[in-house]
């Protein structure tokens, strides 16, 4: 059984169609790709996988359940964890403070009390690599400090599913190679699936993503392998405007 | 030894609160001065936990008070004529304050608390007058006629235990609200209800998102706040002065003032609002006495130069400048 | 006769609604624009009746010429705020720009008390009455609700015709993509808070047109209100929203007052200020953009 299934999800903003019949399914473990150029609904699944948005039809199972209708502050323990494309810390608080909400209140278990998140906090700060900045009030870290403390507070959810909203946009290469090293070896340890946001098919393949979902104005055109999907005459199309030949007479 | 770390920080306020006391006590002339501004701390105090620790403004704030007022006012005049009741009367009153002002929440924050930012504020602006409204409007207890309870108090308590409340008990009374206002901040800020307040004033879609039930710890704040206020208002109001008008208990004035105390102590730290209190309550007390009617034309300018030069208020630029001191502890 | 007063009420509903939506529009502009609710309101419709008051008393000026007066002496407001305050708040948490035009505010009652005093005034411009025959219109009333009406109409030109009223629109519709086609989008916010607060100062002469007296500094926070259950009911980032709100809200107002007293032992005019809170607070909990709004 899949961790997580769409079945032909459709959100509409007043007669404008941002998700259409979208129907997907992904498993324990999994590190997939959503792909698709600005506006082609990449949030807008993210807001309706996690509860921000409601879907005007269709059905979405999480581990089982069907959570449709669930508030996100319900989904989130279940097992579904996110970061942002612009990092949104809680910026009064320090790392720390942040890290620990998320184990305070990402889990199921009502026992995590204020002690036991800190300590968990510790735990995963240290393993991000963060230990220098944690008692350093988000709000003054530098972009990829937010970025990885965003990531150690999802991780401190213990989550199922990841959500990552284009993690790895505007770091330098360096960065993203470490960085990526980094969530594929605790996400194998912990079987977390990861899906992410990628603005560009290209960056799939530098990243650790398996399966790409391509998505084009709200409908899903392929949903593949990272190697096949690259071959793929629709993917080619939406990148390039037109089928390959004809690029090359232009050129 | 760790738990007892926790409560450090509110040694300073317990401080300012003990020395405000010793020098009202033992000064003489002084206590009508410490009672204002024990009113003013414990305004700060109750109003932070609600303003301070959300991020979300209450225009609508003293309508707490106000019926927490008429809480102990209608039983005061209700209970007058039944003998032998003595200070149960007041703990009745003190008791229906709370459920006065706990409804009110409950009526005001159903309806303002499912809405965000600015369409909150909007909500709350019109609830005191609104309130006075209804009470003068349907003729609710005595209408715009209000009431007044000073001959009631006296059979009640008898003459001298009256007069001893009312300038003296009712102002302890104060005091300890105050400190439990203050205990209780330290309470949520150490528990998870304070990382889930902080964290729904930074980014409330990043909170929800993290598991957080914002609407559940936003009514936390809004009713604990709503209580204090109720029960202040039951104590030095209706007890101090025993009379209650509908246009003097829902004046606006009260909010504006416990905007001021919380702004310039600093928003959501513990201590921020003991200094506001203090800082506004003497500055107010002198000004009344040197430049009579400027108090509000002096403080406007004052509340917008902080929100715009320092928000973070005295306390929040006291705890920065402490951080990494032994001093951080105590400041919060 | 039953008809006769129904008919005169509704005449009078919709010139006092002419006159409350035009006292909204300024709130509307300002928070369509900047995205800032400006609960001083009151306070700058305040300002504009003490304009009237003094240009009339002691200059002998009719309120109609005080008009151009109030939306100068507005638009200098504005900008001030704007450039000294409001600028740097526009990015700041809501918390900081609602208390920040909260203590405008306050500031500009307490200088309008020192200068002229807390008392209640008011003038008496006698220009006569239109008898209607259903009801008796003060022609001051009529100059007011034509006053109201050629103003809205003026900003709905200046709105679609004008470049700066264009630039506006789309700084509305999306701040950064404006910029990004090269619209001065700072000059935007201090033009458009200018002028709203100058349509609120001037909508101050008005309202004393309609009624001129109870001039006091602290008379602005029944319009504040007044002003916010409009503007929610038009959809609180519309203008015109607000115009067509400030109708119905005339409307209600009157016809609410005719009906409560009718009913023995209350006080119509507190229970029908009590009515526009609960009008408020019905309209955000089932609709919070607005009942007239499209969206």
Not at chain 1, 58 to 80: E, M, Q, S
Not at chain 1, 123 to 139: C, N, V
Not at chain 1, 171 to 191: G, R
Not at chain 2, 301 to 321: A, D, S, T, Y
Request: charge should be neutral; include cysteine; glycine fraction near 10%.
């Amino acid at each position: 059984m899949a961790l997580l299934e769409l079945k032909n999800v459709t959100k509409e903003f007043g007669g404008l169609v941002a998700v259409n019949q979208v129907s997907l399914e992904i498993d324990s473990g999994e590190f997939v790709g959503i792909v698709g150029p600005n506006g082609s609904g990449k949030t807008t699944l993210f807001n309706v996988i996690n509860g921000v948005f409601f879907p005007e039809k269709g059905n979405i199972i999480f581990d089982g359940v069907d959570i449709t209708r669930l508030p996100p502050f319900k989904r989130a323990p279940l097992g579904i964890g996110r970061t942002f494309q612009i990092p949104r810390p809680f910026s009064s608080a320090t790392v720390r403070e942040n890290v620990a909400v998320g184990a305070m209140f990402g889990t199921l278990s009502k026992k995590v009390n204020v002690d036991d998140s800190l300590e968990i906090a510790d735990q995963i700060i240290d393993r991000i690599g963060l230990h220098e900045y944690t008692g350093k009030q988000a709000g003054t870290l530098t972009p990829v400090e937010k970025k990885l403390m965003e990531i150690a507070r999802a991780l401190a959810m213990k989550p199922k599913l990841l959500l990552m909203d284009e993690a790895m946009a505007g770091m330098h290469p360096n960065d993203i190679d470490q960085m990526v090293d980094l969530i594929k070896k605790i996400a194998l340890e912990e079987k977390i699936a990861i899906v992410s946001m990628v603005e560009h098919i290209m960056r799939a393949v530098v990243g650790m993503v398996e399966k790409v979902i391509v998505l084009h104005q709200g409908s899903k055109i392929v949903d593949a392998p990272t190697k096949e999907a690259l071959e793929d005459p629709k993917v080619i199309e939406v990148y390039l405007g037109h089928p390959p030949e004809e690029t090359h007479a232009v050129s | 030894m760790k738990t007892i770390s926790k409560y450090y920080p509110l040694l300073p306020v317990l401080a300012v609160y003990f020395i405000m006391f010793l020098v009202g006590k033992n000064v003489s002339g002084m206590w009508q001065l410490v009672a204002m501004l024990l009113f003013y701390c414990a305004l700060g105090q109750a109003f932070n936990i609600f303003l301070g620790m959300t991020g979300y403004v209450d225009f609508g704030y003293v309508a707490f008070m106000g019926v927490g007022t008429y809480g102990m006012a209608v039983t005061i005049t209700q209970l007058a004529h039944v003998e032998g009741l003595g200070f149960l009367v007041i703990t009745i009153g003190f008791l229906m304050a709370l459920l006065f002002s706990t409804l009110l929440s409950l009526a005001v924050g159903a309806v303002a608390l499912r809405l965000k930012g600015a369409y909150f504020a909007i909500a709350t602006i019109g609830v005191n007058e609104g309130l006075r409204f209804f009470i003068e409007g349907a003729r609710i207890w005595n209408g715009s006629e209000g009431l007044i309870f000073m001959a009631e108090l006296n059979q009640i308590l008898g003459r001298k235990t009256a007069s001893a409340l009312a300038t003296f008990w009712a102002d302890i009374m104060v005091l300890f609200i105050a400190m439990s206002a203050a205990y209780v901040t330290l309470l949520f800020m150490r528990s998870k209800i304070g990382y889930a307040l902080t964290a729904l004033r930074e980014d409330e879609e990043a909170a929800k998102v993290m598991g957080i039930n914002v609407t559940k710890y936003k009514i936390i704040a809004f009713i604990t706040s709503a209580c204090f206020a109720g029960l202040l208002g039951a104590a030095s109001w209706a007890l101090k002065t025993p009379y209650v008008f509908p246009p003097e208990v829902f004046e606006i004035h009260y909010t504006i003032e416990a905007i001021i105390i919380v702004l310039l102590g600093g928003a959501g730290t513990l201590l921020g609002p003991v200094i506001g209190g203090l800082i506004y309550g003497l500055s107010k007390y002198y000004l009344s006495i040197y430049m009579p009617g400027f108090q509000l034309l002096i403080f406007a300018p004052i509340i917008i130069v902080i929100i715009v030069i320092f928000p973070e208020g005295i306390i929040g630029m006291l705890k920065n400048r402490f951080k990494d001191t032994s001093l951080a502890r105590f400041i919060i | 006769m039953f008809f006769e007063q129904i008919t005169g009420n509704l005449i009078q509903g919709l010139v006092l609604g002419s006159v409350y939506g035009m006292a909204t529009m300024g709130l509307s502009l300002i928070f369509g624009v900047l995205k800032i609710v400006n609960v001083g309101h009151g306070a700058f419709i305040m300002v504009g009746a003490f304009i009237t008051l003094w240009l009339f008393n002691t200059l002998g000026l009719s309120p109609i010429l005080a008009i151009p007066a109030a939306f100068a002496v507005g638009m200098l407001l504005g900008l001030l705020f704007y450039y000294t305050t409001m600028r740097r708040l526009i990015k700041a948490p809501e918390l900081a720009s609602l208390l920040a035009t909260f203590s405008i505010g306050i500031l500009l009652e307490e200088v309008i008390k020192l200068i002229f005093g807390s008392e209640f005034r008011g003038y008496n411009w006698a220009v006569g009455k239109l008898n209607l025959g259903v009801t008796v219109l003060p022609m001051s009333k009529l100059y007011a609700c034509i006053g109201s009406a050629i103003i809205a109409l003026l900003l709905y030109i200046w709105f679609n015709k004008t470049r700066a009223g264009t630039a506006m629109r789309s700084v509305v519709e999306d701040s950064e993509g404006a910029r990004v086609c090269g619209v001065n989008v700072d000059g935007t916010y201090a033009m458009s808070f200018a002028i709203g607060i100058g349509l609120t100062v001037v909508s101050g002469v008005l309202l004393t047109m309609f009624i001129p007296v109870g001039i006091n500094p602290y008379m602005g926070g029944g319009y504040t209100l007044k002003a916010f259950v409009i503007a929610v009911l038009g959809g609180l980032a519309s203008p015109y929203g607000a115009f067509f709100g400030g109708l119905v809200f005339g409307l209600i107002e009157n016809g609410s007052y005719m009906l409560f007293a009718l009913i023995p032992g209350v006080e119509p005019f507190a229970l029908t200020r009590f009515l526009s809170f609960v009008i408020l607070l019905i309209i955000l909990l089932i609709r919070p953009t607005g009942l007239l709004s499209t969206k």
